[in-house]
């Protein structure tokens, strides 16, 4: 689809059943991506499939398409789309090939989509997942950096438009859940007080270097950094776990999904990763969600909301489980966590710069091009160099995030 990103993608007129919901998949290559197909696979008459993203993985979005048939899918490059149109024209699939960042925006704001779920990993997924808030959909977010980037940029978006949004992620999920029905109308402008709630704890399993060696961090492997002992993810994810930043990223997440402040959240470890978070009250109540550690239960929760939908996901057997255990973050395992905190609070352009020194410091660890302990030196060093000062619109917030992108890459080529 060339030119103006208000672009008329249109659905087919036989695509839209009155009552089923109209979904974009961003990411759907992914992790989250393909358990949101799964999900929906389950509960055909309730969901149709209107466009489906990823980047530059061409066999699987073709097994997509010949699996779920959306009206269209979008590529991250030219010769990816024209490999996949081969590749569909072969077996007389009609799904149409798009190509590039202004398609990601214009299958995100098409007038006849209903659902965005929002599960790019990184800054990419920015601007289309702004632009199907700003189109006022049902936003499903999984891409926690677009937030963590633009905070309140992000949340006035989600007000203007008056759009739904409804956090993926396990812990926010959760925590969502454990939340008065009146709050779920309206999370982000949540009052603890008129609601009696007292503060949120987050939960995190520790990642798998929990009980490594404190000197034995900074020389551990992709491959160890991305075997999670419960969670099965993205290696990006799958890292930021090891190192904990996943947590403070989840830290500032929820600053902005709930509206809360320093003395309302605490991050809690709890390795079995059963609780996926808890809301504590001021009579001294705790709510917590729990489920098995598939993301096909928060996934399933926001595709049907305020309805439960079946997921595929296991019942949750608390005999095999045995015993639930809790322990408070290590400051000197998982440094990550404290600068993600003091960043949440010091402004936007601190999480913004951190997120990208984090991408780009992440990028370089799984290319094997520096070590794991580096990752939050390079992290440090950026925000220690970076310009923090108001970022009050997007484009600044590009710029703040190519500018920390540029400070992070010095260090690795220092280092080489
Ligand atoms: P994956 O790495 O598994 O998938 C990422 C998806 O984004 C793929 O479809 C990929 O396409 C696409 N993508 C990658 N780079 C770009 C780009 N530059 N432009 C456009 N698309 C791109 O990630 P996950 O599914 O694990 O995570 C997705 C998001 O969900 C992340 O923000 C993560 O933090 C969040 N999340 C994930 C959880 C999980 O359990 N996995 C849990 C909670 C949150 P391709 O396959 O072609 O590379
Ligand atoms: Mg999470």
Redesign the pocket.
Known sequence: MSGDSSMAIAAPSNMRTNKSAVITI??????????TLDVIARHPEQFSLFAV??????A??LAICKQHKPRYAV??SET?ASKLRTELHALSLNTEVLVG?KE?VAVSEASDVDVVM?????A??LL?TLAAIRAGKRVLL?????LVMSGQLFIDAVRSANAQLLP???EHNAIFQALPQAVQQDSISTSFQEHGIRKILLTGSGGPFRETPLAEIASQTPAAACAHPN????????V?SATML?KG?EYIEARWLFNCNADQLDVILHPQSVIHSMVQYIDGSVIAQLGQPD?RT?IAYCLGYPERLASGVADLDFTEIGAFTFAKPEAERYPLLQLAIDACWQGQAATTTLNAANEVAVAAFLNEQISFGEIAEICTETLQKANISPLNDIEAVLNCDAEARRIARKHIQRGR
């Not at 961003?26 to 358990?35: D, E």
């Not at 993203?53 to 061409?58: D, F």
């Not at 999984?142 to 677009?146: F, G, L, M, S």
């Not at 969670?231 to 799958?238: N, Q, V």
């Open positions: 961003l990411g759907a290559t992914g992790s989250i991506g393909l358990n993203t990823a980047h530059s993985k061409v699987e979005m590529m991250g990816a960042e990601l929002a599960a790019i990993v990184g990419a997924g289309p999984a891409n926690k950096e677009a993926v992620d396990s969670w099965l993810m993205g290696a990006k994810i799958s930021d996943n990223l993301m928060p």
